[in-house]
């Protein structure tokens, strides 16, 4: 597939229109920077050179327009999901948005998995899910966008499935869409141009097409910002920590009843009632080391004395961007391997012969949700 180049009235690292106005609207671009080629807006400028992150994103209704604009095409829907944390990152409704568009599941990230795990378990896995969720997707395709794993098969599908139709590329923010389209520019094309890749919310700001030889295009959409995910409620130096660039060495603790596990301040695991048994923690490597094991009568007091300090990520200062916990009561039932996914955290595995009681505290209106286990 060739491309060819963007109009020059959008910028080519986030699709919004340029404008040399209004320096703290969308878009702005010094006049002297016209000239430029290829042309970025200061935001992305700025995301690219120098690290920063910008408070200009879009509201959830211009993100619903974007999305519903995809159902009234005649399209292939690519929807990408961060493996990490899957729940957190699936489209609410995307066979609603993708109208009677055939859609591909692309699983992004799986370089960050361990290294012994079986691949066709997850796509396995992955299809239940969907399932589950009501998504009805033609393929499932697993790759690392950053790592170039897989991304052979996400073009054999993408052909597949295109026949002569433009693709829409969906997804929530931070699973890696920006990344993967920046691999077919490359590959495919002879384009200058890049697509802004941060770990920053909301870097694609508007509809971003890249035309193909054939008429159609290759469109990457605005990531969807889901605030029940911690890595939405966070501040800016804490989203590293959180966001993990290397495979994550899964921790294995022995849990007497009535144990818990902080998770620095960001969250909090209460082994309630069972006989003793082992959990499985599943995080990045920077959060692995903020784990602390401790009596379940001493953590309130713990919390209340250690928060911010020896219980971080996050600082006092990223404490209060976060809402107040809120408690989850969850049952694993006897015999069932069973993962408590905290949305992006991580998850823990439970592997129970006798069952357990758990209560997770996590800040309000972050998703906890109960699955089968994944690895």
Known sequence: MTVEHPSAAACSGCGVALQTASPDQLGYVPQKALGRTPVICQRCFRIRHYNEASSITLNDDDF???LHQVGTTESLVVS??????????????????????????????????PKVTNYNRIVNWVQRQAKEAGLRVVQ????????????????????????????????????GKSTLINRLIR?????????????????????????????????????????????????????????PDKPIKPLVYQLNERQTLFFGGLARFDFERGERQSFT?????????????????????LYEEHRGGLLSPPDKEGLELLPPWTKHSIRIPRGMKQDISISGLGWIAASSAVGADITVHAPKGVKVTVRDSII
């Open 64 to 66: 619903l327009r974007l």
């Open 80 to 113: 990408i999901v961060d493996v990490f944390d899957f729940e957190g990152s699936m489209i609410a409704g995307l066979s609603r948005f993708a109208g009677k568009n055939p859609v591909i599941l692309v699983v992004n990230k799986i370089d960050l998995l």
């Open 140 to 175: 499932v395709v697993l790759c690392s966008a950053k790592k170039n794993m897989g991304f052979d098969r996400v073009i054999e599908a993408i052909e597949r499935f295109r026949g002569g139709r433009s693709v829409y590329v969906v997804g929530a923010t931070n699973v």
């Open 187 to 243: 590959d495919y094309s002879d384009l200058d141009a890049e697509l802004t890749v941060s770990q920053y919310p909301g870097t694609t700001l508007d509809l971003v097409a890249i035309p193909l030889d054939d008429g159609a295009s290759i469109i990457d959409t605005p990531g969807i910002v889901y605030r029940h995910r911690l890595t939405e409620l966070v501040c800016k130096k804490d989203l590293g920590a959180l966001l």
């Open 281 to 301: 923690v599943n995080v990045s490597n920077a959060i692995a080391g903020s784990v602390h094991r401790t009596k379940l009568e001493r953590a309130d007091a």
